[in-house]
């Protein structure tokens, strides 16, 4: 009976080691910082409006001259999937190319995660914003989703 207690004591302190040790490889949790700023020369730029639900991405609009805050740029510092957004014009020719990070990533501070830069989670749903330059006039663009060294196309998705 003594044995099957010191086994019991055993497990319950064993095994949330286990568990924090497996924790470790969770994607995010602990952060690789890179260089992220992107220079950018002027900020103003016309941006498309895109929504998402349930994986199908649709054009919601644009927007023409507006200012876009420069953190807007910045990559994301966690080593998660991102999305690729390349734009083409009628002749269906790549004119431009961007890496938006990964906008369905929700990030927080958390309790308990002190030792980490950021907390998150996914919404699998919602609007945002992709700025392209002024000086393009794009009539589709195709959603790429990349991680490592995979990149995978997504959807194409008219502008009207």
Do not use: W
């Not at 950018?40 to 023409?64: A, D, H, P």
């Not at 991680?147 to 959807?155: E, I, M, V, W």
Request: avoid cysteine; aromatic fraction near 16%.
């Amino acid at each position: 009976m003594i044995k099957l207690r010191y086994l019991l004591l055993a497990t319950f302190f064993i095994a949330p080691t286990l568990v924090l040790a497996l924790d470790e490889i969770i994607p995010g949790k602990h952060q690789i910082l890179k260089d992220t700023k992107v220079i950018i020369q002027e900020n103003k730029f016309n941006q498309v409006k895109l929504y998402m639900k349930n994986g199908v991405f649709e054009f919601t609009s644009i927007e023409y001259d507006k200012k876009i805050p420069s953190y807007r740029f910045n990559k994301d510092p966690i080593e998660v999937e991102t999305y690729e957004i390349v734009f083409f014009d009628a002749n269906d020719k790549q004119i431009y190319k961007a890496n938006i990070g990964n906008p369905f990533l929700v990030k927080a501070q958390h309790i308990g995660f002190e030792g980490s830069d950021y907390f998150y989670g996914y919404d699998n749903q919602g609007s945002f914003n992709v700025p392209y330059p002024k000086n393009i006039e794009p009539k589709s663009i195709v959603i790429y989703k990349v991680f490592l060294s995979t990149r995978d196309k997504l959807q194409k998705v008219l502008i009207n």
